[in-house]
């Protein structure tokens, strides 16, 4: 093998045909084989001021373990990542790489970017498969630090913590836990075994998780700090989900993308009757949204044998979802109203009939820097069975509603200092509760930023 691959392309991903995959839940990228992982590793030139590491949130040190796969050192490799990325396999599936890592890669300035998301999926799944995990020698500090939520950032926390040495208990609203992981991302896009397999790595650091707790319901932050924790991180997410506010709204066969894609995978609907959990959705669907979510929903619900149209209010080169998902999307028979806006959801007998869309046109960038959605004042009825609402989410209300003394934004987010700590004295926050809803990779991002000031905070 030459030292470098000066190919302009990536190493094609294997995947499932198109219309194989839109009938079955199973994963549509099948994965690089060893012989491709090397390929594609060996496109990676390691540049000295390694500009992808600045673009990962989480700093994995990504030409050190490029190189270990061409070295045909996968062991190496995995420690490498591992060493501040605890969900590997998940952020090489589900990472927007596209605008971080691969973003900023110097092979992107004459061709494609070097597959960083692909690799680090090949290495995490090299290792899962292998099932061992080394030991982690750590000294305990005996301090208790709680984490609020099981997501991508609690559950990075809480392993940052544990291997500082604190002993971390999570507390879960769910039965399960893995937050957006479990109930959010599909089957298709990232297989729930795999985030099991994550999960218990993170609980096998001594992290203790507390299921079926509802911070604010069943036990105060407050009463955590009588029960002996130091330190609270809130890590709750943002599951609040946003709606049209168009009459019609409350028929029946009109669900948010939260329900639907929560009823899908957390409850296994798509089992039905395996799982007795059904979600009625007909045979024409109405998905409302641009974005990731929209995305899922719609591909989800095309799996069910649903006919399913995509109604945005911008252009589809607009659409803020990867490009990847999107191109998926299509490839799979989904259909793109796009420059259309539901204005009214009409119905008979309590069921959706009907949606009725106005056309609109680009106008003017605004704040997002896309152009403006403009009305046309001309409109046309589309006939549909359901309506799936993916719009947004706000953060989670829940701990606001029960803290007065934490701040938050008009709009929901927690208010936080440099430090990542929330105006509650020993009260940390981050993720999506704070932002909004973001990606999976961000979210771990603030979780290692804030077992870091945790960290600080505890050994003053």
């Known amino acids: 093998m030459a030292k470098y691959n000066m190919a302009k392309e990536k190493v094609s991903m294997p995947e499932q045909d198109p219309n194989v995959r839109n009938k079955n839940f199973d994963e549509v990228a099948t994965g690089y084989t060893f012989q491709m992982a090397q390929e594609e590793a060996s496109r990676c030139i390691q540049c000295k001021n390694k500009p992808c590491m600045d673009g990962c949130p989480v700093s994995v040190r990504i030409p050190e373990f490029i190189h270990q796969i061409v070295e045909n050192n996968l062991d190496k490799a995995y420690d490498i990542i591992s060493s501040t990325n605890n969900l590997p396999a998940i952020c090489g599936r589900v990472c927007p790489q596209e605008s971080q890592c691969e973003g900023v890669c110097t092979r992107a300035k004459n061709g494609e970017a070097v597959g960083i998301g692909r690799l680090e999926r090949f290495v995490a799944d090299y290792h899962m498969n292998k099932d061992y995990n080394k030991p982690v020698e750590v000294i305990s500090k005996n301090k208790k630090v709680a984490v609020i939520g099981a997501g991508p950032s609690g559950l990075t926390c809480a392993a940052d913590l544990a291997k500082l040495g604190y002993q971390v208990t999570i507390f879960e609203a769910f039965h399960t836990a893995g937050g957006v992981l479990m109930y959010g991302i599909p089957e298709f896009r990232l297989p729930k075994k795999l ?87 007909g045979n024409k669907v109405c998905v409302v949204g641009g974005g990731n979510v929209a995305m899922d929903a719609a591909r989800s619900a095309k799996r069910l044998g649903c006919d399913v149209t995509i109604v945005y209010r911008r252009s589809f080169d607009e659409m803020p979802a990867r490009v990847e998902e999107s191109h998926h999307a299509k490839e799979e028979g989904i259909n793109f109203m796009n420059l259309h806006n539901p204005v009214e959801i009409l119905g008979e007998d309590g069921w959706v009939k009907q949606v009725k869309l106005e056309k609109m046109e ?46 938050t934004e008009s709009w929901g987010g927690i208010i936080i200092d440099e430090k990542t700590m929330t105006t509650k004295k020993s009260v940390f926050a981050g993720g999506d509760a704070v932002s909004g809803a973001a990606t999976v990779i961000l979210a771990m991002g603030a979780g290692k930023e804030a077992a870091k000031n945790i960290d600080q905070f505890l050994s003053k």
């Open 362 to 407: 680009l106008g003017q960038p605004d704040e997002s820097g896309r152009r403006k959605p403009l009305a046309t004042g001309e409109y046309e009825l589309v006939d549909f069975d359901s309506v799936i609402i993916a719009i947004g989410q706000s953060p989670n209300p829940l701990i606001k509603q029960t803290n007065q003394d934490i701040d």
């Open 195 to 281: 985030v099991q397999k994550e999960l218990k790595n993170v609980i096998g650091l001594g992290v203790k998780l507390q299921a079926n707790t509802v911070i604010g319901r069943t036990i105060s932050l407050d009463e955590l700090f009588e029960e002996g924790f130091e330190a609270i991180y809130v890590s709750t997410g943002a599951g609040l989900p946003r709606f049209l506010n168009i009459k019609g709204e409350n028929l029946n066969g009109v669900y948010s993308a939260n329900e639907f894609l929560t009823r899908m995978n957390l409850m296994k609907a798509y089992k039905y009757p395996e799982y007795d959990t059904p979600v009625a959705v």
